[in-house]
């Protein structure tokens, strides 16, 4: 599975981005897709993921504020992010794994470039 990440970049606090991650490859709908994120000198940390059925789970620190959504159709999952701080900033990957949700980047088995967003206070 080849993952493609797009959309990010600078906005004003407050503002909103959607992310983009398309999905192709002999499994072109992937069951678990998630967005991951990692700020200059941290950890990467889990955002947000869903199943191809819908379901979906959120960091605390995002939860109200983004959205993930798939269209399997265009093999892509969407994030959007509203309400966007400053302390959101970060490189957002999109990534990939079977079977069941996980919010452990190393459980996921493919993963998308980043995509670098970055909220101006």
């Known amino acids: 599975v080849q993952l493609q990440a797009s959309g990010g970049g600078l906005v004003q606090a407050g503002g909103s981005l959607r992310l983009s991650c398309a999905a192709s490859g002999r499994t072109s709908s992937p069951d678990v897709v998630g967005w991951f994120r990692q700020a200059p000198g941290k950890e990467r940390e889990f955002v947000a993921a869903?199943?191809?059925?819908?379901?979906?789970v959120y960091a605390d620190s995002v939860k109200g504020r983004f959205t993930i959504s798939r269209d399997n159709a265009k093999n892509t999952v969407y994030l959007q992010m509203n309400s966007l701080k400053p302390e959101d900033t970060a490189v957002y990957y999109c990534a990939a794994r079977r079977f069941t949700m996980s919010s452990t980047p190393g459980t996921y088995e493919y993963w998308g470039q980043g995509t670098l967003v970055t909220v101006s206070s």
């Open positions: 869903n199943t191809w059925i819908g379901g979906s």
